[in-house]
């Protein structure tokens, strides 16, 4: 004790930083320890957390998941009317959006926007007007992407005359879809419906699908893996940044293109269109992405998430073990660099399905192979870096089929844990463009966003009621 008094003190601080101020102020040497309390505090989630932490059952459930999605073998195989692949589409007017379930009051701008588009699409209705009057009035069933195994980048509007990639597991019965990618500029996902998207829309209908087609019947299925893998050696993330696995997706076409029966002329504006798109990729990777998780949905005791998804107004997640519950909270905002001329005052809350591909591993959780999107969002090389390492803490395991150069080749972090989210207060982060809050004026920006945690806690309430705990429950569901 006597030399404890004589030597210099060097504190670890738990807690309150404030707590370390005096001995700073004095000479002493503090280490400050990121820690706060699991589960914002909440005392019965986090016992049930203890409980589930130590629970084999769990642990067994989420070892079989995680080999269950690393075994899927995601192949680009076909593309298809949305209505042929999702006959719930023929049946009656549906219309599927991005995000959790949402009705037409509480819509965000773009998305409203997007609803428009796809009624004057379906040739629903003449005019703007009477497509909102026709969307409003309950004449229209919406439904989230997700719940009919699609996903949708942004308002993520899907039709029944929209064509979808078709993405398959080589290894299973798994089947994902999505869009195409429109491009940039004033475009259907960010709410805009004027003639020239509508026209943009019929020319992917009539043209650059059946192309892509035929295409993909001759060239055979293209495996997603190796490529979606060597674009991220060579700067890609797979959410905000494809230019690398676009570039090799066009290589791996054009010979058939060249090849195929469609007019000259028609496959010189495919080409065109391809070239000088460098997010089309983007839907492909979120299709692929989905296939994977949906492998591991539904498995009793597991508490991987296999689904985080944003509406403009709420963001959700769904857990492998919840079956088909939503668990959600509000909206976060991005935080980024703003477009000129623009501000925070202008951004609508964070929207799009496209947060999937976090969920499996790329985006914002493989920042760290793509440092050139970290200046993009705001940030440094160095914060693209810790990024990943953070976001490591959360994830189950890792994916060895997609290494990161930067991090000596190991592979990205895979299987978001509703316990270590909630244990460690180490949320999911996404980069990902900000979209304006009105309508069809499209992209103002780009950053990062925070999950929310109440999902997180609301999930593993739930987790934890299945396992056989009570917890009170705490969030919402829908």
Not at 180 to 209: I, P, Q, Y
Not at 253 to 258: E, N, P
Not at 302 to 320: D, K, P, Q, Y
Not at 419 to 442: K, L, W
Request: charged share 20%.
């Amino acid at each position: 004790m006597t030399t404890l008094f004589t030597e210099p003190l060097k504190i670890v601080n738990v807690g309150l930083r404030s707590f370390s101020d005096s001995i700073a102020a004095a000479g002493g040497q503090v280490l400050e320890l990121d820690w706060q309390p699991p589960a914002n505090g909440q005392i019965e989630t986090g016992r049930a957390l203890a409980r589930m932490i130590v629970d084999s059952r769990v642990e067994e459930a989420n070892k079989f998941a995680l080999q269950t999605m690393l075994a899927v073998d995601p192949v680009l195989k076909d593309i298809l009317p949305a209505k042929e692949l999702i006959p719930e589409l023929s049946k009656r007017k549906m219309l599927l959006h991005a995000g959790p379930p949402v009705m037409w009051e509480k819509m965000c701008g773009p998305m409203r926007g997007a609803i428009v588009g796809a009624v004057l699409l379906e040739r629903w209705a003449a005019t703007a007007e009477e497509a909102e009057r026709l969307a409003s009035c309950g004449d229209i069933e919406f439904a989230p992407c997700h719940h009919f195994g699609a996903v949708g980048p942004m308002a993520g509007v899907i039709s029944p005359s929209m064509p979808l990639w078709v993405v398959a597991d080589a290894n299973g019965e798994g089947c994902a879809y999505s869009s195409l990618n429109e491009g940039l500029g004033k475009v259907l996902r960010f709410g805009a419906h004027d003639s020239g998207v509508l026209d943009r829309l019929r020319w992917m209908k009539d043209v650059l699908a059946p192309i892509l087609r035929e295409v993909l019947h001759t060239s055979g299925s293209i495996v997603l893996k190796p490529l979606m893998a060597q674009s991220l050696h060579m700067g890609d993330e797979l959410h905000n940044r494809n230019s690398a696995a676009t570039s090799l997706l066009f290589k791996r076409l054009m010979v058939d293109l060249l090849k195929c029966s469609h007019s000259d002329a028609h496959k010189v504006e495919v080409a065109n269109f391809i070239a000088l798109n460098d997010h089309f990729f983007l839907n492909i990777s979120m299709a692929a992405c989905k296939v994977m998780l949906d492998a591991a949905h539904g498995i009793a005791h597991c508490s991987l998430v296999t689904a985080m998804a944003r509406n403009g107004m709420e963001f959700g997640i769904r857990v492998s073990g919840t079956g088909s519950t939503w668990f959600t909270a509000p909206a976060p905002t991005v935080r980024g660099l703003f477009f000129a001329g623009f501000g925070e005052q202008d951004a609508s809350p964070d929207l799009g399905d496209s947060a999937i591909t976090e969920t499996a591993g790329f985006g914002a959780f493989s920042l760290a192979a793509a440092p050139a999107i970290a200046q993009f969002v705001g940030g440094s090389a160095e914060d693209a870096v810790s990024t990943t390492l953070r976001m490591r803490r959360i994830a189950f395991g890792v994916n060895p089929a997609f290494t990161i150069p930067f991090l000596a080749f190991s592979g990205t972090p895979f299987g978001i844990d509703v316990r270590r989210v909630v244990d460690r207060s180490i949320v999911p982060i996404m980069d990902t463009g900000i979209a304006h809050r009105e309508a069809g004026v499209g992209q103002i920006g780009a950053g990062l966003s925070n999950a929310p945690i109440e999902c997180f806690i609301a999930a593993l309430d739930e987790l934890g009621r299945k396992l056989g705990n009570s917890p009170p429950p705490s969030g919402k569901q829908s």
